[in-house]
């Protein structure tokens, strides 16, 4: 029989859990599709070399096409003709293939051409597992490696040590398309018990706010205080801040273009006063085109090296919450804290997802209790302010804070 795919999609096991369930292709002598007991299927390649009868594994249904699959099977039958043994060549290739390999041919032919999300796969490649598993072979990565990369970063971050563990995952499935590994190599990634993942409500509150004013107002670095301010009030993402240019400002229409976001969407930030008045603080690098500037490096090549953005604001933003008192916020958090502080003013969840440039709304969600809470809220200081109209004025308490602030010399 021909092999079609509504044929391959009515195939079901038919062995008695031992034998092997392979249904062959008339069109192309030696391809065929075999059926698991566990329903998953896979194209083979049934060939002879050196006198021996082989059954090659080209690929699985599904992730491979039946195109792909016969295209396959006619290049490695080629190859017989001519003498070689694909198999044989397979298993050589297999053992010496890198982590580093897998990586790059993973970048190359899944993250980028497919996922709007590949730089994340590439900071954590280069984060967590090239700078230790670069030059290791892919066919020696245990389960207990895994688990035990997965234990080192989940002591100080579980969601990206769950994540890394999913591209694994990823990777050591590919790997068995891609000839990295046998198919029969068992996925060294899969299985692993991933930290308990809980979404985060930690914002900056009303109470908390004037205090960590006075740090970031305190902070020595004077980009790493525009950026933290611009955080509390624009929303944005770390990423897009620190990638944003001179050239994405409109200082006329009072907005900022991200061309590149995590929605894979440009998106236009609205600039309120204090926002402008904070970037029109920050002065401009020669050469440079980030409104955050990175360092110049300090050796003979400096004047060859391309310009960068500010990098390292962990630092900064980690001695401002400290002395700000309030050591348990991160800096995403002040992202939720705009979202928050809207949802307290009434805004609705689609404004809200609008400002913060969600792709859905169950993202924006997370805000809605916040509504609630705000229109409590308000009937409270209507009632505080109607009482206290029918008795003494108070006095104003705190002041205006110069957010901008002075740009410190030397």
């Given at each position: ?15 008695d859990g031992k ?15 075999r059926v698991y ?280 933003w980690q001695r ?91």
């Amino acid at each position: 029989m021909k092999l079609t795919k509504r044929l391959i999609d009515s195939l079901a096991y038919d062995g008695d859990g031992k034998s092997r369930s392979v249904h062959w292709d008339d069109a192309l002598p030696g391809f065929g599709i075999r059926v698991y007991p566990t329903g998953r299927k896979a194209f083979v390649l049934s060939y002879r070399a050196k006198g021996r009868k082989h059954l090659m594994t080209l690929g699985t249904y599904g992730p491979m096409t039946l195109a792909q699959g016969r295209n396959l099977a006619k290049t490695r039958l080629a190859d017989v003709i001519t003498g070689g043994d694909p198999l044989e060549a397979r298993k050589k290739a297999a053992a010496g293939s890198t982590i580093g390999d897998l990586a790059a041919t993973y970048m190359t032919r899944h993250a980028k051409p497919l996922k709007r999300s590949w730089k994340d796969d590439q900071r954590r490649l280069d984060r967590h597992i090239l700078p230790r598993w670069r030059n290791h072979k892919v066919l020696a990565i245990t389960r207990d490696d895994v688990a035990s990369l997965h234990s080192r970063i989940g002591k100080s971050a579980s969601y990206e040590a769950n994540r890394t563990v999913a591209l694994l995952s990823k990777m050591f499935e590919l790997a068995r398309l891609w000839g990295f590994v046998p198919d029969s190599h068992p996925n060294p990634a899969r299985g692993i018990d991933k930290f308990r993942e809980e979404k985060r409500d930690r914002w900056v509150t009303p109470e908390e706010l004037p205090t960590l004013a006075e740090a970031i107002n305190a902070e020595s670095n004077d980009t790493a205080r525009a950026a933290i301010w611009l955080y509390l009030l624009l929303g944005v993402r770390k990423s897009e801040l620190l990638r944003a240019k001179w050239a994405d400002i409109d200082f006329e229409r009072c907005e900022l273009k991200l061309p590149e976001t995590k929605a894979g969407r440009v998106h236009y930030v609205p600039l309120s006063p204090p926002a402008l008045a904070i970037l029109k603080s920050i002065p401009r690098v020669e050469g440079n085109p980030y409104v955050l500037p990175g360092r110049k490096p300090r050796d003979k090549d400096a004047d060859k090296a391309p310009p960068k953005h500010f990098v390292n604001i962990s630092k900064p933003w980690q001695r401002v919450r400290n002395a700000a008192g309030i050591e348990d916020v991160r800096l995403h958090d002040l992202r939720r804290t705009v979202g928050s502080w809207l949802a307290q003013s009434g805004a609705t969840l689609h404004l809200i997802g609008r400002v913060l440039n969600h792709s859905n709304t169950s993202t924006t969600a997370i805000y809605a209790r916040f509504s609630e809470d705000h229109a409590r809220e308000a009937l409270d200081r209507h009632a505080e302010r109607l009482l206290g109209v029918a008795a003494t004025p108070k006095e104003p308490a705190g002041k205006v804070v110069d957010i901008a602030g002075k740009r410190r010399e030397g």
